[in-house]
């Protein structure tokens, strides 16, 4: 009875821990999409300043080269993210179904009780 209790609470801090480290991923996803914009917004009026549009001339802008560079490591960054979001989605679906699971033991059992 107290153990079933017991993991009955387990299963539901692990959902519960599982919905927040999801909530934190999407954040630093928005967070870097974000960054990403900004950069790209940098990039342009770099570009508009120089009048040099093409990365590969010579005398493009250093500065717009490096923010390039950021914000293409900023969109791996996103990618990485999101196969983590994905595998952790997994992972709540499934921690899901074993709190369900328990918590229908732990009805079943209680049901039992009360009739015994």
């Known amino acids: 009875m107290k153990a079933r ?3 009955l609470r387990l299963k539901a801090f692990q959902v ?3 919905k927040r480290q ?3 991923l999407q954040m630093m996803m928005d967070e870097f999409a974000r960054m990403s914009d900004d950069l790209y917004q940098q990039i342009n009026a ?3 300043k120089t009048g040099i549009t093409d990365p590969a001339h010579f005398a493009y802008s250093t500065f717009a080269k490096s923010a ?3 914000a ?3 969109a791996v960054s996103v990618e990485d993210l999101r196969q983590q979001r994905n595998a952790a989605e997994s992972e709540l679906a499934e921690m899901e179904l074993d709190y369900e699971r328990a918590a229908a033991l732990e009805e079943r059992d209680s049901a039992s009780r009360k009739r015994a």
Do not use: F, I, M, V
């Open 5 to 7: 209790n017991s993991l």
């Open 16 to 18: 519960k821990e599982k």
């Open 22 to 24: 999801l909530q934190q």
């Open 46 to 48: 770099e570009e508009q």
């Open 68 to 70: 390039r560079q950021r």
């Open 72 to 74: 293409q490591n900023l």
